[in-house]
């Protein structure tokens, strides 16, 4: 093995030689005298000497104390470097290139934006057969692509990967209760709670609050359009999808077109710091290290969640004491606390407790903004580009409000171009790339020297699989007759999954397909969408979690 180590020059304190295979001797310039007798050819082996000028150094009354504790210090750390990079390659799986103690992470410590990366090891993962191998700094991650293996850990063998890594250790946090961060039998219970809160009926219930709020993404789009058609159309689907989510997660009006950033935004934007070089950057360190993150206060909840809880409880109060429903996702909670009387598990354990129900509202939040508002964006601007299929897709829904008299739950929701175009947009950019489980029970893939071990994390990486040219022909290309009926049988099974697979799959995609759906419908039907001059391509936020376009995303709306 040979370790490449940033080695400082002599004259400033550290030199690093490297002899032999992998041996690296480290001496301060304490212990060297520059005397002129010692060349680097003399030392046989010796890779650097680092003096600044000199040729010749002597090593010189060097504390025999020091020299072994240095030794075993720097062959613990080629130890444990050897045994904690050679984990994929034991295996005969791939890595691509990375540094020792940072692993891969160092696209979000050294690159401009992490899109590079990741773009790289989605990239790789193809070449490399469907099998990629990752450390984030130390721990290793499998990336996969392979339909067939992903079939197997999402769906078949799912009991040996239930989990997913905590994005915080601390019980004190409150995302510590959140759906998405549970594990084991807790994630089991509070999913099959959770699980009817999101069929179909409990959705339609839901319909007219969509409905509503696009209306009015529409009448403020037609009211700029009139002065200015190039609108910031991330920036007002991201108020749409704000305001959908205050009235169906929270039963607050967040009215977030009227007002000039009303608190609730305010406080969202900080559930949202994720999308950022310091957020990410503070959520590996919560995952990784979660006792530095203990240190370094970054694992506590901050000031919005307080805001959150106050709202959630005095509308809980509110309703509680006048019997007031309103269909949305806080109603159908309560009323799950109630008729199933679930406050308790078997083990005593609180569920439906009000801090676990704030927990599952700010999920829904931070799970459903970015996705939902990135999606209206990416399948407009795919719209936009390709004037033909907008066309295809306004006379469907023409169609529909003719036959019905106006937009139905059930009309939106079985439109069939409808749901080929917003497919065709979650295949070209899903908005989770990657998504990530735990081993929970030793594993062999199938067919693989592949041995998972318990908390070994597995990546599956949509964005590879679905424009992976053994299943997709013409990958870059917007295409959504692919997902027409007639040709469901060309789709390889487990190659889209913008929603992941199998019993941990996204709890709400009737939900935030139904979103998407209303808001681009209507839309469509009072304006016609055009690429803005300077806006052709989508240029994607460099920091963020989940795929966002970059603020200022422009797109040309017209009313017809
Ligand atoms: C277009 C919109 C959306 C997309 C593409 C999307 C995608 C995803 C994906 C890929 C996962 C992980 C699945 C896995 O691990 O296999 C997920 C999980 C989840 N999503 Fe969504 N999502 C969307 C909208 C929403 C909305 C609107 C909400 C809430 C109102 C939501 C709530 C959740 C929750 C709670 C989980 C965790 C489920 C669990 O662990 O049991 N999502 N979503």
């Not at 950022?276 to 993150?293: E, T």
Request: glycine content about 6%; aromatic content about 10%.
């Amino acid at each position: 093995m040979s370790v490449a180590f940033p080695v400082s020059n002599g004259a400033t304190g550290m030199i690093g030689l490297v002899t032999g295979e992998g041996v690296l001797i480290v001496l301060y310039r304490g212990c060297v005298e520059r005397e002129g007798l010692y060349s680097s050819a003399e030392l046989p082996g010796v890779a650097f000497i680092i003096t600044r000028g000199e040729k010749n150094s002597k090593i010189k009354k060097m504390d025999p104390w020091v020299l072994l504790a240095t030794l075993v210090v720097v062959l613990l750390s080629v130890w444990y470097i050897k045994s904690r990079y050679t984990h994929w390659s034991s295996m005969g799986v791939r890595t691509g290139f990375f540094l020792p103690f940072v692993g891969h992470s160092f696209g979000v410590l050294f690159c401009k934006d992490m899109w590079t990366p990741m773009e790289m090891g989605h990239k790789l993962c193809i070449e490399f057969g469907g099998f990629y191998g990752v450390y984030q700094f130390t721990k290793p991650q499998l990336l996969i692509s392979e339909p067939d293996i992903m079939k197997l850990i999402l769906i078949k063998d799912f009991d040996h990967f239930t989990d997913r890594p905590a994005l915080t250790s601390d019980k004190d946090n409150i995302t510590s209760h959140s759906i998405g961060n549970v594990t084991g039998e807790e994630w089991k219970i509070l999913r099959a709670i959770m699980s009817p809160t999101f069929s179909s009926g409990k959705i339609k219930r839901m319909f007219s609050l969509v409905c509503q709020n696009a209306d009015t993404l529409v009448t403020s789009c037609l009211h700029q359009a009139s002065k200015n058609p190039a609108l910031d159309m991330k920036d007002m689907f991201g108020r749409f999808t704000m305001d959908s989510i205050a009235s169906c997660a929270f039963g607050i009006d967040c009215s977030s077109f009227v007002r000039e950033k009303p608190e609730f935004v305010q406080m969202a934007e900080k559930v949202f710091g994720l999308s950022s070089f310091s957020g990410m950057l503070k959520l590996i360190i919560r995952m990784s290290l979660p006792r530095l993150a203990r240190a370094l206060g970054i694992s506590r909840d901050g000031p919005e969640v307080d805001f959150f809880r106050n709202v959630v409880e005095e509308t809980i109060r509110t309703r509680e004491e006048s019997g007031q429903c309103r269909g949305d996702f806080l109603d159908l909670m309560l009323e799950t606390r109630h008729q199933n009387n679930t406050t308790t598990t078997g083990k005593g354990k609180a569920v439906l407790s009000n801090d676990v129900v704030l927990a599952q509202c700010i999920t829904f939040l931070s799970a459903g903004f970015d996705t939902v508002s990135s999606t209206l964006y990416f399948v407009s601007h795919l719209l936009a580009q390709h004037p033909d299929q907008q066309h295809r897709l306004r006379q469907e829904l023409e169609a529909l409000v003719e036959e019905e008299g106006q937009l139905t739950y059930q009309g939106v929701m079985e439109a069939k171009f409808l749901q080929a175009c917003i497919n065709e947009a979650l295949r070209l950019y899903p908005p989770a790339m990657t998504t990530v489980r735990t081993c929970t029970k030793p594993y062999q893939i199938p067919g693989t020297q592949i041995r998972l071990r318990v908390g070994d994390e597995v990546l599956y990486s949509t964005r590879a699989v679905q424009r992976d040219p053994r299943f997709w022909q013409h990958p870059d290309k917007f295409q959504p007759d692919r997902f027409l009926p007639h040709n469901n049988h060309l789709i390889t099974p487990c190659s889209f999954l913008p929603f992941g697979m199998g019993p941990r799959n996204c709890i709400a995609m009737r939900f935030g397909l139904m979103e998407v759906k209303v808001a681009l419908s209507k839309l469509l039907l009072k304006s016609e969408l055009k690429l803005s001059p300077g806006h052709e391509n989508i240029q994607m936020k460099n920091w963020s979690i989940i795929a966002t376009p970059v603020s200022e995303s422009r797109i040309d709306v017209t009313p017809i």
